[in-house]
């Protein structure tokens, strides 16, 4: 089987979604400008472009990317299609590069709607993503995507609503062999919601006889339940014994002029394939964009697989 190189990464709202919580009425409209502020400040426009020449410069098969947004200013209705769209900034911004990459899946959260102080309101939704480098060895097939059964609740403007949170699978196909990828974002504010967004993904796309990839931003840290389960089900960290490798913890507007990644959280995992070598990407002062932006709040992670 020929080598699979894996990048996940984080590619960052833009800004804390968990500003609106908790809010009210006549607060929510307020606290929503403030959001929509800082996710114009932090310019994914920009970022797309240290992102394109970090992954172009990691050189990975398939890229498996969580918190690939659509924000849109508009008002109730629909969300507009025209919408700024992360997904297509990063693909242009690679292809710049000179490095092309198709979609092979997607796994959308519901858009949703929300006033905002000031103008019309602000339409967002979330996505994961995979996609594939088009001049590669591998092939995506046979993808499928599906939304957690199991999700922590937040309160704003007096209704409840589920933080819709996911993952997004496929195939991949090269030199006769098969390998599924997964790629997933588990949830942040309620830990204990972990472990059965796990289970889900144990029993979905990762229950099949080829060897798997499962990748994303799992929110927890070796030694945590989640990765102890991983362990239990035949799945190595392709990081391994390496020591470091902090991936989560830029400040919310990306601008600190030194690093503050601290935790490791992002993560590849295999069942069935032996990792070769592995490296974290976005984390170096030079990866910034030239007017002093992190790339993400998180880094990068890429891992080699062999069979």
């Known amino acids: ?156 403007a007096g209704h409840q609503f589920p933080i819709d949170r996911g993952w997004v699978a496929a195939d991949l196909q090269g030199d006769g062999r098969r390998v599924r990828l997964v790629c997933t974002h588990l949830e942040y504010f309620k830990p204990e919601v972990q472990l059965p967004q796990l289970a889900e993904i144990l029993a979905g796309p990762a229950a099949t006889d080829h060897p798997v990839v499962l990748a994303g931003d799992f929110n927890s840290g070796p030694g945590s339940p989640v990765w102890q389960r991983l362990d239990e089900a035949g799945f190595v960290d392709g990081w391994g014994g390496q020591g470091a490798g902090a991936t989560s913890g830029q400040p919310e507007d990306l601008r600190n002029p030194e690093s503050q990644l601290a935790d490791r959280i992002d993560a590849i995992f295999a069942r069935g394939l032996t990792p070769v070598d592995a490296e974290v990407t976005g984390h170096r002062p030079t990866d910034r964009t030239p007017g002093g932006l992190w790339p993400s709040d998180h880094a990068g992670v890429v891992v080699t697989w062999k069979s």
Not at 38 to 63: Q, W, Y
Not at 118 to 145: F, K, S
């Open 1 to 156: 089987m020929a080598p699979l190189r894996v990048l996940t990464w984080n590619l960052y709202l833009g800004g804390d979604i968990s500003r609106i919580f908790g809010s009210g009425l006549a607060t929510l409209p307020g606290r929503m400008a403030g959001l929509w502020a800082m996710v114009e400040s932090t310019d994914f426009a920009a970022r797309a472009k240290v992102l394109a020449t970090c992954i172009a410069a990691a050189g990975p098969d398939v890229l498996a990317l969580q918190e690939v947004f659509r924000w849109a200013a508009a008002r109730p209705g629909r969300m507009p299609p025209g919408a700024p769209d992360f997904l297509e900034l990063l693909i242009a911004a690679l292809a710049d590069r000179g490095v092309g990459y198709d979609l092979a899946a997607r796994s959308a959260a519901t858009p949703l709607w929300l006033p905002a102080e000031g103008g019309p309101g602000v339409w967002m939704q979330d996505a994961q993503v995979i996609l594939v480098r088009r001049d590669g060895p591998w092939a995506a097939i046979d993808p499928v995507a599906g939304r957690f059964a199991t999700s922590h609740h937040v309160t704003f």
